[in-house]
């Protein structure tokens, strides 16, 4: 498996503000993924982001919305852009190792009033 | 595409008496199958999975599962849970040539002394 570290690991926010979740694992990998967890629900699929290119976004999400820097091979930040208290959820970012497992970090809880 | 259906929302057991988790999944082609845990507060942490090979699959903290081609499943079971098995338990299936996973709406499990 892998280290995974998220931050903030909660964060509380004004409605029409961003906020930058920093995802940073203990090795080099090829893919990382983006979820959402609202409350009460399972994970949905933001986005996958390869170092070297373009996040590809998964229906109903926008780059504008939910933008994604992936500099290197053990890093990757998500922004919630312009939020809104819809935006409260739990985000969770994954790697791919081996080719075929993700593992997650431990998530960061955002709240927005 | 694939999809996932965890039966059961909400599992409520007694100390030290056996669990069953059911998920059913549909694909088109080959797929691999996860259990993850959530516990209070905490990303996802991956019980098992089965990828190929042994139908039967064991993993962490004594649950296992069982992969059913014919019938689609891909049950979780533990012959005698603790207190600390209280978790959200989600289902999660991937096709063979696709990194995306697909996740159940999930399953609550409470222990009770």
């Known amino acids: 498996s892998a280290v995974i570290s998220q931050k903030p690991s909660r964060d509380i926010c004004q409605r029409g503000t961003s906020l930058t979740i920093q995802c940073q694992v203990d090795?080099?990998?090829?893919?990382m993924f983006w979820y959402r967890q609202q409350p009460g629900q399972s994970l949905t699929l933001i986005a996958t982001?390869?170092?070297?290119?373009?996040?590809?976004?998964e229906s109903g999400f926008v780059i504008d919305k939910f933008p994604i820097s992936r500099p290197n091979l053990t890093f990757s930040t998500l922004t919630v852009s312009n939020m809104s208290p819809e935006d409260s959820s739990i985000y969770l970012c994954?790697?791919?190792?081996?080719?075929?497992?993700?593992?997650f970090g431990p998530g960061t809880r955002l709240l927005v009033l | 595409a694939q999809s996932v259906t965890q039966l059961d929302s909400q599992v409520p057991v007694f100390e030290e008496a056996p669990v069953e988790l059911r998920c059913n999944y549909s694909?088109?082609?080959?797929?691999?199958l996860f259990w993850y845990v959530q516990y209070p507060n905490q990303g996802l942490q991956l019980l098992l999975k089965?990828?190929?090979?042994?139908?039967l699959v064991k993993g962490i903290n004594g649950f296992e599962a069982e992969f059913n081609k014919s019938q689609t499943s891909f049950h979780l079971r533990k012959p005698s849970v603790h207190i600390s098995d209280t978790a959200e338990y989600f289902c999660?299936?991937?096709?063979?040539?696709?990194?995306?996973?697909?996740f159940g709406a999930g399953t609550t499990v409470t222990v009770r002394a």
């Open positions: 090795s080099q990998v090829t893919m």
């Open positions: 982001a390869n170092q070297g290119s373009e996040a590809t976004y």
């Open positions: 999660a299936v991937r096709q063979s040539n696709d990194y995306k996973l697909s």
């Open positions: 694909s088109s082609v080959s797929v691999y």
């Open positions: 089965y990828l190929s090979g042994s139908t």
């Open positions: 994954s790697v791919l190792l081996g080719q075929e497992t993700q593992y």
